[in-house]
């Protein structure tokens, strides 16, 4: 059972215009979620995050949204940017401190973004 | 900057053999954990480990063993390699300092078992 779905294994996107990445979750003890970026033969590196007590959390190009509710987030990306084509994983982990006492992170299985020039 | 360095970008190993990956990281952290990534199925979580000679098994532990002997050293032991452990191995480690921190990863190794 997957706890972290991201439901579109690809998208392409125009250059310029916006990319909309989505990702649901099941567990509703996750409180922190997170996405990163992979490269092909590379590790993934972190891009932006947010905690369950926001509903949005913008970094420059990138923005987080959070519906609790819905138990749904997505990755805005605007412009995007050839260089932006790469493989998005989202990820959930639950605070120590909820009592789920594991630091893991639980990842999507990614969506591969392609933004042609 | 944070730097987790895994030992070797590439190997090639024979099926039987036993096969160590090693990983650095150079930021004190506590938390440490090994994933595989495969096309389809994302990065799964194989072990991980939130201090020295403290293990925790993640969702495929199943053929492997990892060793934490020093606190910024996490190494993933293939006891026996078999052809379906060919994978895209990642290393990453995170900081228990703040609650639900992010976690950074090395660049990879990337397995084949032949």
């Known amino acids: 059972d997957q706890q972290v779905k991201q439901n579109s294994p690809s998208l392409s996107v125009q250059e310029g215009r916006i990319s909309i990445l989505n990702c649901d979750y099941t567990n509703s003890m996750f409180d922190y979620f997170l996405w990163y970026k992979k490269y092909p033969a590379e590790g993934p590196t972190f891009l932006i995050s947010?905690?369950?007590?926001?509903d949005k959390n913008e970094d420059g190009r990138f923005t987080v949204f959070l519906n609790k509710s819905a138990k749904h987030l997505s990755l805005h990306i605007v412009p995007s940017q050839p260089g932006d084509s790469a493989v998005y994983f989202c990820a959930a982990s639950a605070s120590p401190y909820s009592g789920a006492g594991s630091y893991q992170l639980t990842f999507g299985k990614g969506t591969k973004l392609s933004v042609i020039p | 900057d944070v730097k987790v360095t895994q030992s070797s970008r590439y190997l090639v190993k024979r099926t039987g053999e036993k096969v160590f990956l090693e990983c650095v990281q150079d930021m004190d952290h506590e938390n440490m954990f090994w994933y595989r990534q495969d096309p389809g199925l994302g990065l799964r979580l194989i072990y991980f480990s939130y201090d020295v000679k403290m293990k925790e098994k993640g969702d495929i532990p199943e053929g492997y063993s990892v060793s934490r002997e020093k606190k910024e050293r996490f190494s993933l032991i293939l006891e026996s390699a078999s052809t379906n452990q060919t994978s895209m191995y990642l290393c990453?480690?995170?900081?228990?300092?703040?609650?639900?921190?992010?976690?950074?990863f090395g660049q990879g190794t990337r397995l084949t078992v032949v």
């Open positions: 990453a480690s995170s900081s228990m300092d703040r609650l639900n921190t992010e976690a950074f």
């Open positions: 947010i905690s369950s007590i926001k």
